[in-house]
């Protein structure tokens, strides 16, 4: 079997958001939630913390350690190169990729789309991939290391380089970049928690703010709550509260 690698990238200089990474939610670090949750995924071999070489994300490395995961330190903003690097120093046959901007990831879903996953593809359940009904952010992207290292060695668009999943899909548009070399694949989402219109990403004070609600709400009564957990919570409890 090949060597199932997760890389979580992360840093602290986030441009919309800085310091995110660290923000609280329920008495922990952002980024150490994210890994609790992926720590439980049965499909991976290994758990990778992808950040910078740069001194304000020292804390990040040390965060890595605390939670038993592996750490590589690369480019702050080529983030083709950081994956790319962190992928053949863990010897990473097949790469799955999740941002740190994702604090809510679903461990069974995470496994569901790596086994899913066939060689040569760019998998991803991490939002919607030609309407296949997933709420954005509880997934992950699957693709194989020699689909990366052609993008390392022939993408140098600025945006290829800083956003990964360019270099083979591009979410916008729900284009392939190039279908024949890499074929999109993706799978229905579980029609219990079938809610494209679900947005669980932080990149703005608003999006973080309702996290924290979501996990003071959920974390100290479930830790390892469930995305359907997350639904009943939004529909019959934050939503009324919002009104």
Not at 94 to 115: G, K
């Amino acid at each position: 079997m090949p060597k199932v690698v997760m890389i979580l990238q992360a840093r602290m200089g986030s441009t919309r958001l800085p310091g995110k990474s660290l923000f609280d939610l329920a008495g922990a670090p952002l980024v150490g939630r994210i890994l609790e949750r992926v720590k439980r995924c049965q499909a991976l071999d290994a758990i990778v913390l992808a950040t910078s070489t740069l001194p304000e994300n020292d804390p990040l490395a040390r965060l890595a350690l605390d939670y038993g995961v592996h750490t590589f330190r690369g480019s702050e903003t080529d983030l083709l190169d950081r994956y790319y690097q962190a992928a053949c120093a863990h010897q990473a046959e097949v790469v799955v990729r999740l941002p740190a901007d994702n604090p809510v990831p679903e461990p069974a879903e995470i496994d569901r789309i790596v086994r899913f996953h066939k060689p040569g593809h760019f998998s991803s359940n991490l939002a919607q991939v030609f309407g296949n009904g997933y709420p954005d952010g509880i997934g992950s992207e699957v693709f194989d290391l020699q689909s990366l290292e052609y993008a390392w060695k022939h993408h140098f668009d600025p945006q290829q380089r800083e956003h990964v999943h360019l270099s083979f899909f591009n979410y916008q548009t729900q284009e392939a970049v190039d279908p024949k070399r890499v074929p999109v694949a993706t799978l229905p989402c579980p029609a219990e928690f079938r809610r494209p219109d679900l947005v669980l990403d932080v990149n703005t004070r608003a999006q973080y703010d309702f996290i924290r609600a979501l996990y003071e709400a959920l974390y100290p009564k479930k830790p390892n709550f469930h995305i359907t957990d997350i639904i009943d919570w939004y529909d019959n409890t934050y939503r009324k509260e919002q009104r």
